[in-house]
């Protein structure tokens, strides 16, 4: 260990100290999750002929040793998924479905298993990992119960009643590339994954390397359940290596990171005419409003702002506060920020756990010191915790900001947080939107009328009222996604499934053709059919 990783005291200034959760006795540790005879099992069967490796954001040691796929690799990977893919297709809706739902089955009596995975991976404290657990479950028990009729054929009126009969199909689209991010390694892949399984599709996807054992571990479940093997690749590798392979062979694209490599991931799939859906940045927004309640806003803020050390792209950067209620508000939001306990345990009892690499860490550290140095007041954290882990840094609020600071614009993707007090509400709505970004926001108020004529004003995928951003999320009847620059498309309800499926109109004419018939010339035959179409007017069809 070099100096400048050497654990440094327990933080004890001016702004209080930020205690950290103990371990308890005969705690887990990495050795005794992540065996040999673990990893050989989750491996199985991914197509890699090189050589990789994971490591934990908690010491910074090596997890385990991976295979490394090649381009031969992924282009091998697509060969058996496709030929796959016809098979599982051909099996119904309520089969597919019923797989999803022992999948829900499975990763709830096998939870403790992926979250000390997710933990060690991601470095996050064990309650924030649950809400993987939670978000996978709902998903699969709803896809599991709703695909059938999502899928279902579908008649439509034809353009001559009776005669004309249109039915609507959803056909799978094939072989769906997906491209998975570091900080939900559980939800975010495989949780998008099921609604593709499900429409008939077979998927290949790429996870983030240091996250690789907890897709395969929700791969690994997936098979037991049901799933054939074959229907669901992975692949793992150095993203700019391996990603732009999985989107010039896929025949759909589902991407969650960043806009920068979201644009390029659209160019590539643009260029090959295929469909793609994006979940990107966010620079999201919570507006404390001057009734509301003070004590549950600064209760939520601390879930908003600090989940999974901010490592969220839908949690909150910018905290937009009216000036009657801000002095009471920072006052209840900061002492809870300074009690949060920091921890490495697998076990529950950190209220927040580590970031997930230098760069997060990096990025962090800048945006910080820079406002700092430009004027912003640290209301609470602004401390790297070493004495705790390697990329450990404290819950932090800042004061003060404005616009020159990268902290005011730019996505920090880390445990920081900025305060902006506010009169006029108008004003307000208008600086939450003065962002290229439009993912997720949030509302505090008492009065439920006044909170969703704000959120109707707020240009973002999802709105939170009275709570940070579980609420939209967790409900899966609805869709999730971005507006602006976050993204396209939606995951959640109809639209993160039917986007895994292409369109088929079938239309049966009977009786008579759509052409002069029964001696009609052509021109009394166009008479017929504009007065049958002012009748149909007439009889409010549609």
Known sequence: MTDSQAPAAPHTGALGTNPTAAAPA???????????????????GVVGSGRTANHTPFTGEKLADLPESTPEDVAEAFARARAAQPVWAATSPRARAAVLLRFHDLVLERQAEVLDLIQLETGKARLHAHEE???????????????????????????????????????PRGVVGQIAPWNYPLELSVGDALPAFVSGNAVVMKPDTE????????????????????????????????????????????????????????????????GVSLELGGKNAMLVLHDADVDKAAAGAVRACFSSAGQLCISIERLYVHESVADAFVERFAARTKAMRLGSALAYGADMGSLVGERQLETVKRHVEEAVAKGARLVAGGVHRTDVGPLFYEPTILDGVEAPMSVCTEETFGPVVSIYRFTDEDDVIEQANATPYGLNSSVWTRDGKRGHAVAARLRTGTVNINEGYAPAYGSVQSPMGGMKDSGLSRRHGSEGILKYTEAQTVAQQRLIPLAPSFGMDDEKYAAFMSTSLKVMKALRLR
């Open 133 to 171: 657990v939670l978000a996978v479950a709902v998903a699969a028990r709803h896809y599991g119960r709703k695909a059938p009729s999502y899928l279902r054929p579908r008649r439509h009126t034809g353009v001559v009643p009776v005669l004309t009969k249109t039915t609507e199909l959803r056909q």
């Open 26 to 44: 005969g705690a887990r540790t990495a050795a005794d999750v992540v065996t040999p005879e673990v990893v050989a099992q989750l491996t199985r």
């Open 211 to 274: 996250t690789a054992l907890t897709a395969l571990w929700a791969r690994d479940l997936l098979v037991e359940a049901g799933l054939p093997a074959d229907v669901f690749q992975v692949v793992l590798g150095d993203g700019p290596v391996v990603g732009p392979e999985v989107v010039r062979h896929a025949d759909y694209v589902s991407f969650t990171g960043s806009t920068r490599t979201g644009r390029e991931v659209a160019q590539g799939a643009a260029a090959r005419l295929v």
